[in-house]
Structures are given as C-alpha cells and as structure tokens.
C-alpha cells in the first residue's frame, strides 16, 4: 500500500523585490510504500531540505502533489493543517527541538495532549514506547539533565506515541557521536522493521546505509536510486559512497 505519493513537484522561490526566481525542486516523482525505510541524498543546496519541508505540510509547492495517506495535502484547509499533521506525521529533527522546562514525559505526551486524548490511552502509549525505546527510567528528568542519545531517543518516542502513517527523520544522527548514531540507527532499523514507515534526509552514508531505499536528488532533481536487495549495510555503503562522487562530480548514473 502506497502511503506518500510525489507527482510532478515543483518549488520556485522568488527573492524579496521579485527581481530573480530561484527553482529548488523541478519534477519530482516517487513514491514510498508502507513499512520502507527512505533515505533522501544530496549535496547542500540540492533540495532536500525544500522537499522535506513540503513534506511535512510546512510549505507549499508552487506546482505538482504530494498525497498522504490517500489526501492530497494541497486540499486540506490552512485551519485543518496541524491536525492532520500531528495524526499522520512524526518528526525527528537533528537538534532534538525538545522544550527544556518539559520533563521527558511530558516532552513525549505533547502531541496526545495536544490532541485530546485521555490519560488513560495517554498512560498505556507512554509505558509501551518508553519500554521499547529504553528510557522509562529518565521520565522525570529534563531535557538538560540526560545525553544526546537519550534526547534523541526522547525525540523518537514523542514523534511514535502518535502512530504516525510516516515517521520524517531530518540528519537524525547529525549531533551525536559516531557510536551513539549507530545504536539510534539500529533503533531506526528495529522500529522499521516493527512495520513503521521511515522517511530519512541525511548527508551521512552510514546512515544511509541502514535504509531498504536510498534516493539521491541532484540540483532539484531525482537522480538516482538504489535498492538493498539483498545487500548488507558494508556493500551498500560503497554503493552510496560511489553514487555521491558521481554527483560531485557532475556524472551521470551508467556513464
């Protein structure tokens, strides 16, 4: 079952006095199927993080559309927007975007709170999750008092409690050290695996390297992609690695 479905995208921004226009995504398809696990690749400036925004219903493309769980995200009402974002999407963001004056349980109950659920449902979903993600003994603390990982773990559990239809991860492990940023991709990988649908912009190629799909976008544009097959994580990380210079240096996929 498709779950995000990309036609025809196109993003153009125009400067301030609409003197020159400059075109961030030009005709963009793909899709993504329940239960993959996406990355998205590029260099700086290549519209990934254009894409992902538009993704996450935090902007507007200038023409093309995106469909979410069988909505086209250009008919939903500006009033209606939030809602169908936190019911349908969650968010993993490098820097954490925690509130430090909320303890980490109530980090993680924000967006149920925020939907009006009881504190019965609000309970069952905090101790499944916390369980899961290995942080029910730092609850009560706040955001300062515990490590980046714990933080980003923190992170992923109040973007899950939700039950999103697809989890967004942007540059996930960009803060944290090399072995932290292993364990929270095997988390990544256990949680797909559990049947959640990841999408994932990184600029890391072992990050990339966990996912089932790596697309790599070039000047707005897809270039190429690669599936795992069979593949374990050393091989395609060669595979990603050889695709990236390719792109650096202005080649073409099979040249």
Same mark, same amino acid.
């Given at each position: 079952?498709?779950? $995000?479905e990309?036609?025809?995208?196109?993003k153009?921004?125009?400067?301030?006095?609409g003197?020159?226009?400059?075109q961030?995504l030009?005709?963009?398809?793909?899709?993504?199927?329940?239960?993959?696990?996406?990355?998205?690749?590029?260099?700086?400036?290549?519209?990934?993080t254009?894409?992902?925004?538009?993704?996450a219903?935090? =902007?507007? &493309?200038?023409r093309g559309?995106?469909?979410l769980?069988? *909505?086209?995200?250009?008919?939903?009402k500006?009033?209606? !927007?939030?809602?169908?974002?936190?019911?349908? @999407?969650?968010?993993?963001? +490098?820097?954490f975007?925690?509130?430090?004056?909320?303890?980490? +349980?109530?980090?993680?109950?924000? &967006?149920l709170?925020?939907?009006?659920?009881?504190y =019965?449902e609000?309970?069952? *979903?905090?101790?499944k999750?916390?369980?899961?993600?290995? #942080?029910?003994?730092?609850?009560k603390?706040? &955001?300062?008092?515990?490590?980046?990982g714990?933080?980003q773990?923190?992170? !992923?559990?109040?973007?899950?409690i939700?039950?999103? *239809?697809?989890? $967004?991860?942007?540059e &996930?492990t960009g803060?944290l =050290?090399?072995?932290?940023a292993?364990?929270?991709?095997?988390?990544?990988?256990? !949680?797909n695996?559990?049947?959640?649908? #990841? @999408?994932m912009?990184?600029h890391?190629?072992?990050?990339?390297?966990?996912a089932?799909r790596v697309?790599? #976008?070039?000047d707005g544009? $897809?270039?190429? +992609?690669?599936?795992?097959?069979?593949?374990?994580?050393?091989?395609?990380?060669q595979?990603?690695?050889?695709?990236?210079?390719m792109?650096?240096t202005?080649g073409?996929?099979?040249a």
């Amino acid at each position: 079952m498709t779950v $995000l479905e990309v036609k025809n995208l196109v993003k153009i921004y125009t400067t301030r006095f609409g003197g020159s226009q400059v075109q961030a995504l030009r005709n963009v398809n793909f899709s993504v199927e329940e239960g993959e696990f996406v990355a998205i690749m590029g260099e700086s400036g290549s519209g990934k993080t254009t894409l992902l925004n538009i993704l996450a219903a935090l =902007d507007k &493309p200038t023409r093309g559309e995106v469909w979410l769980d069988g *909505r086209n995200l250009n008919d939903i009402k500006e009033k209606d !927007i939030s809602a169908f974002r936190r019911d349908k @999407l969650g968010f993993v963001f +490098q820097d954490f975007n925690l509130l430090d004056n909320f303890s980490i +349980q109530d980090n993680i109950l924000l &967006p149920l709170v925020l939907a009006g659920k009881t504190y =019965d449902e609000m309970e069952i *979903r905090l101790l499944k999750i916390v369980e899961r993600l290995s #942080i029910s003994d730092i609850l009560k603390k706040f &955001p300062y008092e515990v490590s980046g990982g714990q933080k980003q773990r923190t992170a !992923i559990a109040r973007a899950l409690i939700a039950e999103p *239809r697809i989890l $967004l991860a942007d540059e &996930p492990t960009g803060a944290l =050290d090399s072995n932290t940023a292993s364990g929270l991709l095997r988390l990544f990988c256990g !949680i797909n695996g559990g049947g959640q649908t #990841i @999408l994932m912009v990184t600029h890391s190629v072992m990050a990339a390297s966990h996912a089932k799909r790596v697309l790599f #976008i070039r000047d707005g544009e $897809l270039f190429h +992609q690669i599936y795992r097959g069979n593949m374990k994580n050393e091989q395609l990380y060669q595979k990603i690695a050889d695709t990236l210079t390719m792109l650096a240096t202005g080649g073409e996929y099979g040249a």
